[in-house]
């Protein structure tokens, strides 16, 4: 699982560098489809590995910026700080990996049936 | 079945991605906008955001030198005139393209087309007021002066380079969040910009307020309350200033024209208080012997600022000042031999004629008794998510038709339409005069440049090296007949129509005064020896008395004084009234609250410094005051209420005027019993919503300052900032409006000066330089700035060097 994950990671932060954010989609969707055994799994990898890309990004430009945008589309969002952006990021990553993932591995199993671990 | 499955899971995730990438309401879209490879993420800045060494542009002709001071001013070195305003605009999109952009989409009333159905009322408002046909007229104009449209042809390409160095994922945050992308700048953008900045500055009219007063109330009443020279005046022209000319005279109609109570009122009108202080002295009065200048223009406190610092270095020009991020040149600045800045005029240049047509179609018009032609202009507004509107304005020769009054008043519809007459409209070419003033080297180049200009009118302050000072009270004003335009006119007497406007030299203007100063605070520009009216609706004594008692009575001034007097806060509103209401109040028993208070006040040495609780009790006591003595008479909107100068003068002159009574009761009321009334009430609602006198009181707190986002977005603002000063005071700091730039320049062997803004050159939000200048202003100081004599000449302040060569 954990090379899955870095799989997932790594080429979805090179589509993300060339293409458009919703490359992203594709990616965790392929990764769903031909890397994962079981929903568990896809959904776990897919939520995960997108949430942990872009927080690292989010983390990274936050700290090196002093936050200063951050809190701004905090209040932007009348949301309390700017933590909880980079929290907003963090979890929308997640959310939309996963769901892709999960996509991906359901017609992963149209094509070799349901497996049992 | 798992097909079906399989297919409505992907349907899903496809709906989902899709509607992630879409706008939300007024939330952006939220995958696009959150993810941190392209979206706003992206927008805040890591580094210092400066080029590099080296940077090829295509349409540069010559290589030009680019420096970047440590207050992110850019320095220009460049060699072509093309290349210099090709630059200008380069730099100044790189800090502020999505602010270029939307001025000028509000201007031509192109906000629904990025922000939806919501603002098609102001856009409709933009059209039918002809903003689109002044700018058209505008470029016509500028098409006649090769030389200046080759400048806007550069600033434009100076644009376009920039934004074709974007890709999506670098827009200016206002684009993600308002999910939008920019288009290519051309001239008539900078002819919007222009138009822009004219709207604000003379857009405001109440003439069909005061038309309806007269309707009402009667001529009597209307000279009473609403007098065309206040009883105190300190006009911008020194009194007894000798005209030298012989006036052109115009004729007036011979019987009065009564027009119709309007039932519509114009809509989007500029801020009221738009106005600006500048004054100059001469040598005798400076402790160098050389001029000073001094200049704070006051509008709308925004972020991104209206304001761009910057220094543009070419053949035969170097300057440094502010300029309007969308057109050329500088607009407020100095050179090494002169400085220049600008207030408002004030002068009337709108004005609205009734309009009889021959039928509903409103193809003829009567005018000088005969039926004329009437033309259309289609106007075609683009709305996001919604269908392309049309909408066709019809203009007379007088401008275009802008309001129409009395819809429902069957048969007697046609009658009520009202045609806008706006000096905006008329063709004119200001960039030419901001181009002459930059490379103005004395007092008859300063003079040949404003022979150029038309509007909006300005009081030009001018000092130079050689010990000239001067103001002009300059622009194109219709010749007029007395009090023609202060109601709406008779739209079909030639009489009526403007006759002309006052020639260029005729002017009010001043040079080198016997007083040895000039200044400006948007007041009445001259005593009555001047031969032609202007209009009746500038700004009362109030600044521009206090900026002169201060010039009156300083010898040896330093540049820090000129700093000193920008910030002073002496409310002279209230030193006019307030001790008339407390001995009207003292004489009564007063709770010990009320005691309390009533000595904050006595004990008030009448400026309206931040920390002061009496400027507090003062506001809310005055508001109410001049509410209850207006509103039982004046309280419809429609009507035009008397300034607050005209009310003092009533309560110290005609204590028993009518006016006082309230007539909505039986009871005869005084101006004394409604003194105390109110001063109890004020007391009451004060401690209502603060709390118990005390530091929730103070002056800063209670007003609040805010510096809010171009397009009111939520958060790229500022708010609650802890500021001095009011409206009618020198520091005319108010609740979002105030002096959005401060300069000083002391001319002599070496130029010297200072400035602020409340922002900061960066209009990035994610930017360190969004609003660094911000604390500075809040502290009532100015920046010393860096004027490059040379591309050597850095003075250790220089942070960033970039060579820029044609590609």
């Known amino acids: 699982m954990i090379l899955t994950l870095v799989i997932l990671i790594g080429f979805g932060a090179v589509a993300e560098w060339f293409l458009p954010w919703w490359s992203i989609v594709v990616v965790a969707f392929m990764v769903g489809a031909w890397c994962c055994d079981s929903y568990r799994d896809a959904g776990i990898v897919g939520f995960s590995g997108v949430a942990f890309l872009w927080m690292a990004v989010a983390t990274y430009i936050h700290l090196s910026s002093h936050g200063i945008l951050t809190d701004r589309i905090a209040l932007m969002f009348r949301m309390p700080a700017g933590w909880t952006v980079l929290l907003l990021t963090t979890l929308f990553g997640g959310l939309v990996g996963g769901l892709a993932s999960l996509t991906g591995f359901m017609f992963q199993e149209l094509r070799f049936g349901p497996r049992r671990d | 079945m798992r097909w079906l499955r399989c297919f409505l899971a992907l349907t899903g995730l496809v709906i989902l991605t899709v509607s992630l990438n879409r706008p939300v309401g007024r939330m952006p879209p939220f995958g696009k906008f959150l993810d941190p490879f392209h979206g706003f993420w992206r927008n805040a800045e890591l580094s210092d955001d400066t080029f590099g060494r080296h940077l090829h542009l295509q349409g540069l002709e010559q290589p030009v030198a680019l420096f970047y001071d440590e207050r992110q001013v850019p320095h220009i070195f460049a060699q072509r005139e093309h290349d210099l305003y090709f630059m200008q605009a380069f730099v100044t999109a790189k800090d502020r393209l999505w602010q270029m952009e939307f001025q000028t989409n509000a201007a031509a009333g192109r906000l629904s087309e990025i922000l939806g159905p919501s603002l098609l009322d102001y856009d409709r408002h933009q059209r039918r007021t002809g903003m689109t046909y002044a700018a058209e007229q505008a470029l016509q104009e500028l098409q006649k002066d090769p030389q200046m449209i080759a400048i806007l042809q550069a600033y434009s390409d100076g644009v376009n380079a920039y934004i074709s160095t974007l890709a999506p994922t670098e827009f200016p945050l206002e684009y993600k969040i308002l999910d939008y992308a920019p288009e290519p700048w051309s001239p008539l953008k900078c002819a919007y910009l222009l138009k822009y900045m004219a709207w604000k500055l003379t857009g405001r009219s109440n003439d069909v307020q005061m038309t309806n007063v007269l309707r009402r109330f009667g001529p009597e009443i209307v000279q009473s309350l609403f007098p065309d020279t206040p009883d105190k005046t300190d006009p911008v022209i020194p009194p007894g200033t000798v005209w030298h000319f012989k006036p052109v005279q115009s004729r007036k109609p011979a019987a009065p024209f009564t027009p119709t109570v309007a039932q519509d009122l114009p809509k989007f009108q500029p ?510 100081e100015l920046a010393e700035l860096l004027f490059m004599q040379s591309k050597n000449d850095d003075q250790g302040r220089v942070r960033s060097k970039t060579t820029c060569t044609p590609k």
């Open chain 2, 271 to 780: 801020n009221s208080a738009n106005g600006s202080n500048n004054w100059a002295v001469n040598g005798s009065k400076t402790a160098s012997g050389y001029p000073l200048l001094a200049n704070d223009p006051h509008l709308d406190l925004t972020l991104p600022s209206i304001w761009y610092e910057i220094q543009l270095t070419g053949p035969n020009v170097n300057v440094y000042g502010v300029s309007l991020p969308g057109a050329p040149s500088i607009i407020i600045g100095f050179n090494q031999k002169i400085a220049w800045g600008v207030t408002n005029s004030e002068a009337d240049v709108l004005d609205w004629y009734q309009v009889t047509f021959r039928d509903v179609s409103r193809k003829e018009y009567w005018h000088d008794n005969q039926w004329k032609k009437t033309h259309e202009r289609v106007e075609k507004i683009y709305v996001r998510g919604a269908a392309t509107l049309l909408d066709t304005v019809v203009y007379t020769h007088q401008g275009p038709i802008a309001l129409r009054g009395g819809e429902g008043v069957s048969g007697e519809r046609t009658q009520r339409e009202y045609a806008m007459r706006w000096a905006g409209h008329d063709p004119s070419n200001e960039v030419r005069t901001f181009y002459e003033l930059n490379r103005a080297g004395n007092y008859g180049d300063y003079v040949a440049a404003l022979k150029k200009y038309a509007c909006p009118g300005q009081n030009f302050v001018f000092a130079s090296h050689d010990d000239d000072i001067a103001i002009w009270h300059d622009g194109r004003f219709p010749i007029r007949w007395q009090d023609q335009g202060k109601f709406i006119l008779d739209g079909s007497d030639p009489l009526s129509d403007w006759q002309g406007a006052i020639p260029p030299e005729q002017v009010p203007h001043v040079k080198n005064p016997s007083r040895g100063f000039v200044s400006s605070a948007n007041q009445k520009p001259t005593d009555e020896s001047y031969p032609y009216y202007l209009g009746a609706n500038f700004a009362p004594y109030y600044r521009g008395a206090r900026i002169n008692e201060w010039l009156r009575t300083s010898r040896n001034l330093e540049p820090d004084d000129f700093r000193v007097i920008q910030l002073d806060t002496k409310n002279l509103h209230a030193e006019s009234i307030l001790p008339t209401l407390l001995r009207i109040v003292g004489g009564q028993t007063l709770t010990p609250e009320q005691k309390a208070v009533f000595e904050v006040l006595r004990n008030w040495d009448f400026f309206n410094d931040a920390a002061k609780m009496a400027p507090t009790v003062f506001d809310r006591w005055w508001r109410m005051l001049y509410h209850n003595i207006w509103y039982d008479e004046f309280g419809d909107p429609s009507l035009a209420v008397p300034d607050r100068a005209r009310t003092v003068e009533l309560m110290l002159r005609q204590p028993a005027a009518r006016w006082f009574d309230d007539v909505r009761t039986k009871k005869v009321e005084t101006l004394d019993e409604e003194v105390r009334a109110t001063f109890r009430k004020a007391i009451l609602q004060l401690r209502q919503s603060l709390g118990d006198m005390g530091e929730t009181w103070q002056w800063g707190k209670y007003k609040g300052t805010s510096i809010r986002h171009l397009a009111r977005i939520p958060g790229l603002g500022e708010k609650g900032l802890f500021t001095d000063g009011d409206l009618g005071i020198i520091n005319a700091t108010g609740r979002h409006h105030g002096p959005s730039w401060r300069m000083v320049v002391s001319l002599g062997s070496e130029v010297e000066a200072w400035g602020i803004y409340p922002g900061g050159q960066s209009g990035n939000p994610g930017s360190p330089h969004y609003n660094d200048f911000l604390d500075v202003w809040l502290h009532g």
